[in-house]
């Protein structure tokens, strides 16, 4: 009677087992289109004895398919797109303030171009008021074509910090549902694990558009979060914030700090390199204050050299010293603070024409000399014009843009190709589920029929 009883046992085990497996193959088919999911399958294993011949069969654990290794590249893939893509903004307004035409003037390569223009006009009737005026306007087309400029540069590096902060937010809020679910993780039976493992797995990758990381699990399952300068920003159940800070050395731009879960503060701005963060802040930090000292620079010397020349000449009021521009006090903030001299602005006698103040008003000679800041090595130390210059600014920022729309393209194709890989491994292939479907299906009937014929076997015996 034992032997017979072990055997419906077994039997009972087969339909249970058979019936998990169905369930969790129904699981895969139905979460097919599941953003994040991962393929899983229940691990059978035999219940050793006391029953003489084994006690049938169980489920131990749930197998997910992954491959950990392909899961950190699809992260890094994942943090170098979005780093190349957060670039793509603030890139495309500091080129646009550098050079587009945008309805509102020229850039101010093609403003200078036109104050040329415009004093070569003057040479020819050196005392025509409106052809003086003309020279003013051109003058103050430029400054205000540079300060547009700089304001561009300067609502780039406005736009990076702004978005900085609310994507240290939004790192936090990642870490500390990534802490709750190592808990839970840790805490809950193998049945639970799948699902909180591929919640967690999609709010690592949302981390990782944020910032670098390194994920290492551990026995319990749950994993380790490391970021940039090697900071534990998760560990287990315990995570900290990241927090964007007003730092008046930063010029009222934000710092980054990790406080942990004992409210200890880490300085980690310089050690952020990758994500969407690290490369806002390489934008904010390096490439819009690289861009700023040069047009500041390009400011400077293009006041400096008209204002050496301007200075020296008469106007048709016989009166000289006077500048053209308003004289920058320092190359830093040049470009923002350019501008048409107040002792010429909208007068336009005050523009000096001549060298020769017994000339006026006839004389041009001066005009002939500032006519040469053109071509002359005035920018840049004596090593280049002005045009060359900005060509450099433009070339510059040209260059970036074009490397870094290239790198999206890139990153793009570089990740699909490892989601793709990843798919493979971890993705659910409709075949062969059904394949699966049908073997369990198949032990389900087995089992059943184990079950038919034991009962039969014990009525007969009742029989007896």
């Keep these: 009677m034992g032997g017979l009883f072990s055997i419906l046992n077994q039997g009972h085990t087969g339909l249970s087992t058979s019936r998990y497996q169905i369930n969790v193959t129904s699981q895969n088919v139905t979460n097919v289109n599941t953003p994040g999911y991962t393929r899983r399958v229940g691990i059978q294993s035999p219940i050793t004895s006391p029953p003489p011949g084994g006690g049938g069969v169980q489920v131990t654990d749930i197998h997910r398919y992954v491959n950990e ?67 003013l306007s051109s003058a103050g087309q430029v400054c205000e074509r540079i300060n547009t400029a700089a304001d561009g540069i300067q609502d780039a590096r406005d736009e990076a910090d702004f978005y900085l902060r609310d994507m240290a937010e939004q790192a936090s809020e990642h870490m500390q549902k990534i802490a709750a679910l190592n808990r839970q993780i840790g805490a809950n039976p193998y049945e639970a694990a799948p699902d909180l493992r591929d919640q967690r797995n999609q709010h690592l990758q949302a981390l990782a558009e944020l910032i670098d990381i390194r994920v290492e699990e551990d026995h319990l399952g749950m994993v380790t979060v490391i970021g940039s300068g090697g900071i534990n920003l998760v560990q287990g159940e315990v995570t900290g914030t990241l927090q964007a800070v007003t730092s008046v050395t930063l010029g009222g731009f934000a710092e980054i700090n990790f406080v942990d879960n004992s409210g200890i503060s880490h300085p980690v701005t310089h050690a952020i390199r990758g994500g969407a963060m690290g490369s806002l802040l390489e934008i904010r930090d390096h490439t819009m204050v690289e861009l700023a000292n040069d047009l500041d620079q390009y400011a400077w010397d293009l006041a400096t050299s008209f204002n050496a020349v301007h200075s020296t000449g008469f106007g048709l009021d016989g009166a000289t010293g006077r500048d053209l521009f308003l004289q920058p006090a320092t190359v830093a903030g040049a470009a923002a603070a350019i501008a048409i001299d107040p002792s010429v602005d909208g007068n336009p006698d005050a523009v000096a024409a001549a060298t020769d103040p017994l000339g006026v008003p006839g004389d041009n000679t001066n005009l002939h000399l500032l006519s040469a800041i053109e071509t002359d090595l005035v920018a840049l130390g004596g090593t280049d014009t002005l045009s060359g210059s900005y060509g450099k600014i433009m070339a510059k920022i040209g260059v970036k843009k074009s490397s870094n729309d290239s790198e999206i393209l890139f990153r793009n194709d570089s990740l699909s190709q490892l989601e793709s890989l990843r798919e493979e491994v971890s993705g659910v292939s409709i075949d062969e589920e059904m394949i699966s479907l049908v073997q369990y299906q198949r032990s389900y009937e087995a089992a059943a029929k184990v079950i038919q014929t034991t009962d039969e076997m014990l009525a007969k015996l009742m029989e007896l």
């Design 69 to 135: 290794f392909l899961d950190q590249r699809v992260l890094l893939g994942i943090s170098y797109k979005a780093a190349a893509e957060s670039a793509d903004s603030p890139l495309s307004q500091a080129e646009s303030a550098l050079a587009a035409e945008d309805g509102v003037g020229l850039d101010p390569a093609s403003a200078l171009a036109e104050l040329f223009s415009a004093l070569t006009r003057l040479e020819s009737s050196p005392s025509d008021s409106a052809l003086r005026q003309d020279v």
